[in-house]
């Protein structure tokens, strides 16, 4: 199993949702975030003063899957997050040794 | 006391008929509608005297003053509790508003002020028939402001007194339930202790036992009723996992300082002229909750090493009851006096609440009903017939005037705790019985707000927090542009 | 009607010169100055009447109250919109204190009250010229409070009344024009509209319509206005990834509370006494508004099966919108039809919204055009001239007035739509072309916070969380020092 | 001047009897106490006018607008912080209103306002002796209201004066050093500047100087005695890892909505009649309000291109500051202009805190003490005989009266500086030495509310979040039951 | 070592730190999160206006513990975390290469 | 690639990312977390009732290296992040398997 990890704009939330659903992926979970990269940040003025905001809102998703939907979730991730502009975000790959559902304590990719 | 036993049996009887009531308040509100094209007229003809503007604009002030406190108290209380429940928690005193206005309208202010028994009044201003422009005479006393403005006034204090109950009932009542005890709670308790107290010929008032503004008929009564409905409720599920401290505090001090505010209307108001005595009863007022508020922090300062804000502020609202009934008939000193027990009587009874092991949320009966009656008893040691004429009864025992007093105010403490007791019991046994008055586990497990109310109080990314994108005209980076395919 | 096109023509005419106008302002300004010195002096000479203190008090508590409506607004809306738009939607009301109270001081209240022509008010107050301490007399009436304070509490609802706008436009437009489009509408819209209703010689007062505070002038007038503008901006860019739900909705509350406890100052002030008016309309707004509030929860609790917050906000708003024209004018059941309509109107409107598809984000149409015509409408039904001798118009149609009164306020009706609409129309289109009226969708979806104002509403750790580091005194691990080289 | 010397050194000695001062007070009380019961007798004898009721409905309400500042203070301030100290922030606000009042009734009052030497009130009035509900004379002129409603409508100024300096050591000052702080500067330093300008022949009152609502009294005094303070506790501990900026600005904003409320109380309340002066007061506050407001706006957009909300509000503040001394004396232009140059002056003093390196959190030097000093020397240069008659000192300098007004007020902003500069050095010296009036550099970190009050100011999952478990009536999935055991 | 890694619900937090405490673990790191799966969401009315929620409120909890623990933590957790109903939650196990105590740098298993 | 995940105090955020962007890593995600170790909470009174706040707050750095720069990184954080008092959190590696730019599909150490 892998853990695939979307750092994305707050924005596109909803979209990569509705991509991933149609590809039956139905379990996630997801975190507001901060982030910085590429895209940096903006000054804002309080009475005057400087204040330099350097952490830009991002939302991760993050869902567990089975090995053989890696490339399509990546797809469909990218299809539905991507403006073309910096910010975009990443999306990272990492292996799952094990899954429970606590409900039922099925384990590996039963429980997902 | 036998008559008043009468009244209480009368009025359980008429209970039963709970629902029956509620639709004869309509037929009323339609009967009044053909009398209100009358009034005005015949109010016309009588035309006793033309109101004093001072007083009237006074008493405009006051009523819009106590108007306010409903919100303050629903901020007062909102802050304290998850926030989950906030919505309900405030809902809870505003639809107060609604429900008590169409209340009094109709036969509640008839029930309480009009001429009747001594312990109800009688029907001459259902519907606000006879209460016109014009001024009018109560218990012999000529008031000098309109009476539909009097009317009005006291109004706002039938509409916050049912909202005191919330407190203690906090994050576990049906709101359907809700609405419907405090509609019934203030026809059977509310309006008979108002009427005993103030209203044409009330027991109370021919007794000779005083109430400036309200100690024993919205204090006492809904503290005790508030102790009441939250043991017949039980105890919220508020297991280990779940962060029970109040979810905003400034919130709550917010509402306390509108309740401060607020609280100038209701107690200097109740003086129904803008002279010396309102001067006093603001006064005195100011001083208790200032007063008690210190106090307060100081004990935590003691206890605790450190004053909380919450606990200045429990310590100014308790100030502020205790004040309520003595405030027309006291002085700064015994203010100081009255402000600093409260406190200490208060968290007293605070800290037993874990002993007695009932749920009362929000500590109404703590601050409300220990607070009132320690300020009708303290009326009875503090009264100086000097600063008020109309009291007739006599100087407290520590001016001298003995026992006097003091008994009668004892009196009127007696009857509001079993009215109020009595009725919360008999209304809360009979909804329970018909209809439930507890939210279902799962209900108050997701909160209230969203199980009655289908709300949340606060939505979107954590609390407005910080957009994305490029800010305008100081950029660090590329600015983002959103493609068309975006919408 | 053919003077009153003549008026519309004329005014869009001066439209074409909007900067030049403002330029003017100015001119005014600097000349009024000069005239500043003598005026008090002259005003001393003629000292028609010492002004009644308790109508005075009441009227300045009045004044003082229609100002706290804004900030009362400011909450209202700011509850409902996105955290990011938080600041946006407060600055959209509270600017408009500072922008109308210019305009009106320089040039708006002569505009507005000074005799004129029928339709616009004349130049004798420019610069508040001759507007001193004294009392003075408007359309035959002797005013027994000092002119200057009938000033500024005329003032406040100017201040008011564009602000109501931004509810409509919320979330898109750029600030810079908004600011532009409220001065201007201030001076094209508003101030015809008042002068024709309650000015010296005004078309409506003479024609003997009613409006006791506000119906046509303050909300027909906007709402029309705000529904127009909103269609003109366009819909916002609501994609179905965010969540659009109100992002606070304990602040909408408070709003309207403080929106509530105002509004007394607003229909109870505009008696411009404090009397048996000022009584009637206090207590036939509050009535109104607290029926409205629980008609809207109980269409809700049958339509939805849950009564929420913001329909009971949003029901008692719309109650106190349709009891304002008629305030001084209908007793206390005709509140409770009014209340109990305006609800069911309202709640119809917004309904229709969806099927239209303008994006009229809070509603402004809605609630205030549809609940004021409902309310200049209902005048003409149950107005009275027993509550109101200044009501020399007649009867309403359910007191056996006929279709006179009825027909007098339908003209209102229709002349607050066709000026609101026009004059929306030419200004929009104006600074449209000359400047842009709405962000950018780069801006919109960052935030009008973050792009117009370069701030955003809420900072920092989530909501002020939890501090690390040890609490003091009560500990129960080591506590964290924090080393010098930490500064 | 060599008189005022004097003053400073007599009380600069007392000072270092401060905690037998505290003392001292307990034992007036009691004193107090004994006379209290012959006070109102006494009174009843003397009993000249009865006081005018329209007259002390406005002073009744005005006591309780100015009340509302405190809270509304704190709300201001209390936006501007970190979420970690939010409650300190507020409850520096809150404590004033128990600390000042108990100061205020037992001696404070007496010190300020009772006959003594032109720089001290005397013992009269201790206890509030001789303070009763009859009408009363103030150095020459008949009050029409009771006695007692003036001296709390003083009192209310008395509390707020305090809480303003809390702005300027936000965030890291000892809450037990601050409370003693207070209640010293207001005996040591506020009572002897409130006699000198307003009290029973004070000096700067004999002197002709003018103050109608506190210029020098408030707001120099506070502004000065901030500035002091803060450079003697120091800089705050803002690593560059911290969020600094105002953690919930929607906050300071409704606070910026209640002072402005508040202030017409404040300020038109200082005519202590509801005549044409206080609607002079009103509407001059307003203005200069409005227009610093706008002014600031202005600046902004023209220095940062995007105009802030938090920019407008402390413009309008400013503005508001700026008018209070001038207002009763004053005309609407002369507040357009005062207005105006304020947000300049005050923009241009914040500009400069960078340089100086201190740290003022949030800017009351720049507000309170540079808005304070305009508005004074602004009534030097603005004022008009024809506005006030009491005004008996002369025309301001483009009035044609010449430099005498103008040098009097120079004398009165002096006066006020020195003194206010001189008690905060004092006090602050002997409680930093006595108790350290900072707060550690962990208790710094971890934040206040969490290290002075034990407590937090936002608890709970995010601002109250999603509940979950499923909607009720509307649910897409299985219900969530909650089995027995989760109890 | 292992990261567990469990999504339970925000009413059961403070069972599963307890069973964690009393098996010996007492480091741990909590996030609040939104999650979807077989549970799903509801819709709410704002001025009649349908508003559709479909992320539920979860609460992660994220421990790392040698290898040997793993099956004693997952027990433990799901002991205390299960209610039977959908929407009980997930845990996820994942590898740790290696882990440093940022006071001490001490690492590996000494640093947990 | 190697994930590092640092649990570290909230006033140190901004020195570590400075510690980060001087060594040349610029990509990093950040959370609000809460947590429990070695340091434990405290009491608070409301009203007299006592309230037990065992959840301290921490921020979570994440970012993404490739194999060779983790103990620079390492390094950096410790520098950084280190008061030498209890609570200054950890350090956790973990591997990654692959990467993506959401805006380039750049895939593994080219995404970072
Ligand atoms: N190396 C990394 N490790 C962890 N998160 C990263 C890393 N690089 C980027 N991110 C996350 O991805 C977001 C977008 O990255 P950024 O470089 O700004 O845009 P893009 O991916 O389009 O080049 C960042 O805000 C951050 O949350
Ligand atoms: N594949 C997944 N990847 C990541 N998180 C998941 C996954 N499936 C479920 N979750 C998380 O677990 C939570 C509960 O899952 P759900 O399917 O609703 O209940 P159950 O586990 O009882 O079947 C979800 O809200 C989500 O946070
Ligand atoms: N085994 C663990 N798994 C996950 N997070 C942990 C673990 N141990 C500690 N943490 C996180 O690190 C933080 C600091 O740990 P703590 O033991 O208090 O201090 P120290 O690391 O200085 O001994 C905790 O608050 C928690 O967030």
Known sequence: MVKVEALIRPQRVDEVKAALDEIGISGMTITEVRGTGKQKGYTQHYRGAEYTVNLLQKVKIETVISDTDVEKVVAAIVGAARTGEIGDGKIFLSPIIDAVRIRTEERAENAL | MSSFGKIVVRIGSRQAMGWTLLITLLTFATAAFAQDA????????????????GDTAWILVSAALVLLMTPGLALFYGGMVRGKNVLNMLMQSFIAMSVITVIWITIGYSLAFAPGSPFLGGMDYVGLNGVGQETFTLNGTAITIPHQVFMFYQMMFAIITPALISGAIAERMKFSAYVLFIALWSLLAYMPMAHMVWGEGGYLFKLGALDFAGGTVVHILSGISALVLAIMLGKRRTERSEDLRPHNLPMTLVGTGLLWFGWFGFNAGSAIAAGGLAGNAFMVTHIAAAVAGLTWVLIEW??????????????????????????????????????????????????????FGYDDTLDVFGVHCVGGIWGALATGLFAQQSINAANTTGNGLFYGGGMTLLSKQAIGVVIALVLGAVMTVIIASILKAVMGIRATADEEDAGLDLTQHGEVGYAGPASGGEPIGAGHGASHGTPVLQPETAR
Chains 1, 5, 6 share one sequence.
């Open chain 2, 38 to 53: 009358a009034a005005p007229a015949a109010a016309a003809a009588a035309e006793p005297a033309k109101p004093d503007t």
């Open chain 2, 302 to 355: 003691i206890v605790l090493k450190q004053p909380t804000a919450l606990g200045w502020a429990t310590g100014a609202v308790a100030g502020l009851v205790a004040i309520t009934p003595a405030c027309g008939f006291v002085g700064p000193m015994a203010a100081i006096v009255i402000g600093a027990v409260v406190s200490l009587l208060s968290y007293g009874a605070i800290k037993m609440k874990g002993r």
